[in-house]
């Protein structure tokens, strides 16, 4: 008796033989449908992944449009405050409250000055 290179198929076994013929056994085609299940997965979470980066590129285009609105109103804000004081400094005649605003106004424009 020689040992041959010729391997024995293994026989199927009492519990898978008998799913088998009651129709439990897993079949390729089930194994097929888990494929296309995962497949199917695996793009919808892809897509999330590349809809949820679109959201946060959004997201900070609005913060940068949000921050550039911002500056513009604190750009008016300043503007309006030289045009004050220049009006203020010009007029000849000025009341104690006016002396006070010009110092106001000469700290507001300070204080952007520092912030820029």
């Known amino acids: 008796m020689g040992v041959s290179d ?12 008998k799913s088998r013929l009651k129709g439990k056994a897993p079949s390729s085609e089930a194994f097929k449908e888990l494929e296309t299940f995962n497949t199917r997965l695996q793009l919808f979470g892809d897509s999330m992944n590349m809809s949820n980066e679109a959201e946060m590129k959004r997201l900070e285009i609005q913060e940068r449009k949000e921050a550039r609105k911002q ?8 503007r ?37």
């Open 80 to 116: 309006i405050h030289w045009e004050q004081l220049a009006r203020l400094e010009q007029k000849v005649n000025r009341e104690q409250w006016e002396d006070e605003m010009i110092v106001i106004l000469q700290n507001k424009i300070k204080s952007f000055t520092n912030d820029a």
């Open 71 to 78: 500056r513009k109103i604190k750009l008016e804000q300043h």
């Open 6 to 17: 010729e391997r024995v198929a293994r026989s199927e076994g009492i519990k898978k033989a």
